[in-house]
């Protein structure tokens, strides 16, 4: 499952970032940061600043991967050195140490990074592709899991959780009815968007940890 961190993603002329939480098994997740620099602003102090700002009120307790086109070229330290200082006083070690960007009559540079705060088994890269003028960069991380439980996720219909929202929406309903609105669109829009946000708190996201086979089922083969 993917949740968008919506206090993590920035966008200004300086610093661009949109960051989800991948939940990789019931206790375990990884936030994802993917951020991008606008080339040719010099300033890479504030754009430093707003990614220190991002980053560290969850990079202590979270496992984070921070990855993009960041436009700071790792291999000419004179300019990331302030960048590179900042990511690894929070723990995070850079896993693309090769040029990602090489043009004919310039000198190659590596402008698209990835970061990882934890340790596990992982395989990163380059991929010589010329469909921008950076190459793409990928992290494969080796995750355990426990096999012979798996997590379902599922709504709450419990007959408790079905009442509440009949009776929060039939409050709402009243009030509804009695507003002056316009515009068809509108008026949906306005209807859903509380229908859905009492859905959430009346019938909230459950976990449960079941056993490998009531789910994948494996007796139920071709032949029955």
């Known amino acids: 499952m993917v949740r968008p961190i919506g206090q993590m993603s920035l966008i200004n002329e300086l610093f661009e970032s949109c960051a989800v939480r991948l939940e990789v098994s019931r206790n375990c997740f990884i936030d994802i940061l993917g951020v991008y620099r606008p080339p040719g602003n010099e300033n890479i102090h504030n ?17 984070m991967c921070v990855i993009g086109d960041v436009n700071i070229d790792l291999l000419k330290p004179s300019m990331s050195d302030l960048y590179v200082n900042c990511m690894k006083s929070l723990s ?8 990602t960007r090489i043009r004919e009559g ?10 990882i705060n934890f340790e596990t088994n992982m395989h990163s890269g380059i991929i010589l592709a010329d469909i921008t003028d950076h ?6 991380l080796s995750m355990k899991f426990n096999k012979n ?5 599922f709504r709450d219909h419990s007959s ?43 019938c909230s996201i459950l976990r449960k940890e079941v056993p490998e086979g009531s789910i994948r089922k494996p007796w139920l083969t071709k032949g029955l």
């Open 47 to 63: 754009f430093v600043e707003y990614l220190c700002d991002v980053v560290s009120p969850n990079a202590v307790n979270r496992r």
């Open 92 to 99: 995070f070690k850079s896993h693309i140490s090769e040029a």
């Open 106 to 115: 310039s000198t190659p540079s590596c402008l698209d990074h990835i970061w």
């Open 135 to 140: 190459f793409p960069v990928f992290a494969i």
């Open 149 to 153: 439980k798996l997590c379902k996720v």
């Open 160 to 202: 408790l959780a079905i009442e509440r929202l009949k009776y929060e929406m039939e409050k709402y309903t009243c009030l509804f009815l009695e507003s002056n609105y316009t515009c068809v669109n509108e008026m949906m829009r306005e209807f859903m968007e509380t229908f859905m946000k009492w859905y959430d708190e009346c």
